[in-house]
C-alpha cells in the first residue's frame, strides 16, 4: 500500500543522541544554528547516553543560551542505557514536531539540510534522505586512506544508498527524516538490536506500507574513523550484530551483509584443506585476493585528489575490514545458536 501526504510540516523535530562526542557536538549545534529554515519551527532534543565527557555539558550550556531561543523547544535528555536504539526511543517518547530527524552527532550537514528534507517531504514523500558520505576528521595521508577505504563498496558496503544522488526509492537511508504518523505506525526502536537498529526499522517502514525516498537535494557528511584500530573495532561490532539479528529480525538482512563472513569461512575452509591435502588453493586463492585489492587500491589512487603514500596500505585495511567485520559475524552466530539452544 502506498502513502501520500501533502499535509504541511509546521514544527520538525531534530534529535541528536550522543555518547562522548565532545569533539564533534559543537560542530553539529553550530551547522543546527546556521539552518535557513526558520528556527521558531524547529524543536531540538539533544539525548546524552551517559557520556563520561563533557559531551552533556555542551548540551545543557547551548539549551540554557540565547541561541537556543530562537527554537520552538531545545531540551536535554539522559539516555541510561547508553545504546543507540534506546536513545531514539528517549527522541520518540518526547518530541511533538510533524517531521523527525535524527541527525548523528559526528556529522556535519549544510545549511539546507532540513528546508531541503521538509520540501521534499512536502511533495507528497513520507520518509526522505539523501547521500551522506563521510570524511576524514582530521584531515592526513592516513584518515584519507581510511576514508577512501570506507567509501569503497569493496571495503564497505554495496548498498543502494550509499552512493546514488539521483532521486528513486531505495531500502533505507542515513539521517532520514520521516514525518510523526510513519513513528506512530511503525512504532519504536528494537533495543535488542545495538547496531542493526536502522536495518531494522526501515524494514518496518516498508512493511508498514511507506516509501523512503532518496533525492540528491539532501546531503550530509559524516567522520570516518581516524585509526585502523577503530575501524576495526566498527567493523567487529557490525560484523558481529549482523550475526546476532539473524536470530531477531533476520529479514532486515541482505546478502551482501554475509559476504565478510562467507570470506573467512572460506579461509577457514582453505586452511583446513591445506593441512589435509595441499596448500596450493590457498595460496592461488590468497593471491587473487591481494591481486584484487592491489588492483583496487591503485584505482582509488588514481581517482582520488589527495592520494599519498599512504595509499600503499589500501590492501591491508581491506583485509582488516573483511577479516574483522567476517569474524564478528561468526561470533555473533555462535552467540545467537548458544543463547537459542539455552531458550533465551
Not at 2 to 14: Q, W
Not at 49 to 61: G, R, V
Amino acid at each position: 500500500m502506498e502513502k501520500h501526504h501533502v499535509e504541511p510540516i509546521n514544527l520538525v523535530s531534530v534529535a541528536i543522541v550522543a555518547h562522548n562526542e565532545e569533539a564533534c557536538i559543537k560542530d553539529i549545534i553550530g551547522d543546527i544554528l546556521s539552518q535557513d529554515f526558520p528556527h521558531d519551527r524547529m524543536e531540538l532534543l539533544f539525548i546524552d547516553s551517559a557520556s563520561t565527557d563533557f559531551t552533556k555539558l555542551a548540551m545543557t550550556e547551548f539549551a540554557q543560551s540565547d541561541d537556543a531561543c530562537e527554537f520552538s523547544r531545545v531540551i536535554v535528555l539522559d539516555n541510561d542505557k547508553k545504546i543507540l536504539p534506546a536513545g531514539c526511543n528517549v527522541a520518540f517518547a518526547h518530541f511533538s514536531g510533524d517531521a523527525f530527524v535524527r541527525i548523528d552527532a559526528h556529522a556535519r550537514i549544510p545549511s539546507d539540510f532540513i528546508h531541503r528534507n521538509v520540501e521534499i517531504l512536502q511533495e507528497g514523500e513520507d520518509v526522505c534522505a539523501g547521500p551522506r558520505p563521510t570524511m576524514a576528521f582530521p584531515e592526513t595521508g592516513w584518515t584519507n586512506t581510511l576514508l577512501v577505504a570506507e567509501d569503497s563498496a569493496f571495503g564497505s558496503s554495496v548498498a543502494d544508498y550509499r552512493f546514488r544522488s539521483e532521486k528513486l526509492y531505495v531500502s533505507a537511508a542515513f539521517h532520514a527524516m520521516m514525518r510523526r504518523e510513519v513513528i506512530e505506525a511503525v512504532g519504536l526502536y528494537d533495543e535488542r538490536l545495538v547496531r542493526t537498529e536502522d536495518n531494522d526499522y526501515f524494514y518496518r517502514i516498508r512493511m508498514a506500507g511507506y516509501k523512503i525516498r532518496f533525492d540528491g537535494r539532501i546531503f550530509s557528511q559524516q567522520h570516518a574513523r581516524a585509526s585502523l584500530r577503530r575501524v576495526a573495532k566498527q567493523k567487529y561490532g557490525n560484523g558481529y550484530w549482523v550475526g546476532r539479528t539473524l536470530f531477531i529480525q533476520p529479514k532486515c538482512l541482505k546478502a551482501y551483509h554475509f559476504a565478510p563472513f562467507v570470506f573467512v569461512l572460506g579461509i577457514l575452509a582453505l586452511v583446513i584443506a591445506g593441512f589435509a591435502a595441499s596448500w596450493i588453493p590457498f595460496l592461488a586463492c590468497g593471491a587473487a585476493y591481494l591481486l584484487i585489492c592491489v588492483a583496487l587500491a591503485i584505482r582509488a589512487a588514481v581517482q582520488s585528489p589527495k592520494r599519498c603514500i599512504a595509499f600503499a596500505a589500501l590492501p591491508v585495511v581491506f583485509f582488516t575490514i573483511h577479516i574483522t567485520y567476517g569474524a564478528g559475524t561468526c561470533v555473533g552466530i555462535a552467540r545467537g545458536l548458544f543463547d537459542r539452544l539455552r531458550g533465551r
